[in-house]
């Protein structure tokens, strides 16, 4: 099965064309970081007015690379939800038109779930049950995966997901958006031990998070000492984040028995928290799979393939037109 996957929940458009048997044929990706730099955040009218512009040329791109053409798709994937309403707006109605148009299935696929299967894409995928780390800018959760759509939800951030944390932490450092890379970079040349900042929730003996307070705690310190030492205040806050990352992450394996732990999102990216996580991981027994790097951020490919599954399944192939900013993954059929 041929199937071409649409991504505009925020602020990149992409697309890709997944295929059953052979796997990712190609992808391509527009970020809007550029765009919203000005503002310090995303613009939601302008990140919609922006997929409009790119959704069409991607597309093209992606087929062309491929060597496929329109008629040899046999189904659509797009990101229903969550997001932003426009922004998901604009890759619905393109794949709902165009799965109109060619007499061909389209399905909506939950934004996480993308995420959450994008490790499945590479040479090494891991094998069901395991642990998931969802760890973005909107999100922070600890799900146990039984399979695609099978999910239980083991813990969850009560405030700010961990990606805002370190991009609002980036900007109190005066290091622009999106901060969590710059966060990371400037972190890599400064002392984590010079600073000492909470680590929330710690023990709270459950798999739930809060970063809101260590985001107070960054601002009180910089108060204080000032911008002078912001590679020590940024190394200091990676290291109180992570820690707490891997803590909650880990107890959650033990704690299913899985054995397996899958981490995705932007901030999976994150150097330090997989030099730290896959070490800490071993040493219990349990390995750790992340997606390759250009996939760790919102992606076409996680999409094509997170439909894939369901399509294979005939799970959701309509031409309902509906777009969920709001979408709780648990409710999700299984494969």
Known sequence: ML????????????????????????????????????????????????????????????????????????????????????????????????????????????????????????????????????????????????????????????????????????????????????????????????????RPMLNSGDFDFSFSGLKTAVLTLVRKVGLGEAADIAAAFQAAAVEVLVSKSLAACLHSGATRLVVAGGVGANAHLRERLTREAAARGISVFYPRLEFCTDNGAMIAYAGAQRLAHAIGGDLTFAVKPRWDLASLDAV
């Open 3 to 198: 199937v071409l996957g649409v991504e505009s929940s925020c602020d990149e458009t992409g697309v890709a064309l997944y295929d059953s048997a052979r796997g990712l044929l190609a992808h391509a990706l527009y970020s809007q970081i550029a765009m919203h730099n000005d503002y310090g955040g995303v613009v939601p009218e302008l990140a919609s007015r922006d997929h409009i512009r790119r959704v069409l040329p991607l597309t093209r791109q992606v087929l062309a690379e491929s060597g496929r053409t329109l008629p040899d798709i046999d189904g659509i994937a797009y990101t229903q939800g969550p997001g932003l309403a426009g922004a998901l707006l604009v890759g619905a109605g393109m794949a709902r038109a165009l799965a109109f148009a060619l007499n061909i299935p389209a399905v909506g696929v939950h934004h996480l779930e993308g995420h959450m299967l994008s490790p499945l894409i590479s040479d090494t995928p891991p094998k069901f049950p395991f642990v998931a780390l969802l760890v973005s800018g909107g999100h922070t959760q600890l799900m146990l995966v039984s399979g695609v759509g099978r999910y239980t939800l083991l813990g969850e951030t009560l405030d700010d997901a961990a990606g805002e944390a370190f991009d609002k932490t980036a900007q109190l450092l005066g290091l622009g958006y999106p901060g969590g890379p710059a966060l990371s970079k400037l972190a890599a040349t400064g002392n984590a031990r010079r600073f000492t900042l909470p």
